[in-house]
Nanobody, 119 residues
């Protein structure tokens, strides 16, 4: 199994920056893709950014050019650097990992961290 713990959320003014961290533990060697989702009140959870084991990354159109996902494999940690934040980025941000046990694919979620951007 893989366990995820997020940190780094908070309150920031529009135009500011935050960096989220997600520390993975457990069977981290089995992680294929790890990334960030967010859910705003009354909205569906959506992908923000993801990083695959082959080095590829994927971003939501709404955050391209502003957010950067990175992985520190030595620390089993993934980061989300968020710059030029907007009020519409306000949401609970969740770390997500896709991993395999044999031929079976599993997903693990963190507990979430609140990001609030004031105008």
């Amino acid at each position: 199994q893989v366990q995820l713990v997020e940190s780094g959320g908070g309150l920031v003014q529009a135009g500011g920056s935050l960096r989220l961290s997600c520390a993975a533990s457990g069977s981290t060697f089995s992680i294929n893709t790890i990334g960030w989702y967010r859910q705003a009140p009354g909205k569906q959870r959506e992908l923000v950014a993801a990083s695959s084991s082959d080095g590829s990354t994927n971003y939501a159109d709404s955050v391209k050019g502003r957010f950067t996902i990175s992985r520190d494999n030595a620390k089993n940690t993934v980061y989300l650097q968020m710059n030029s934040l907007k009020p519409e980025d306000t949401a609970v941000y969740y770390c997500n990992a896709e991993y395999r046990a044999g031929i079976t694919k599993f997903y693990s979620w963190g507990q979430g961290t609140q990001v609030t951007v004031s105008s």
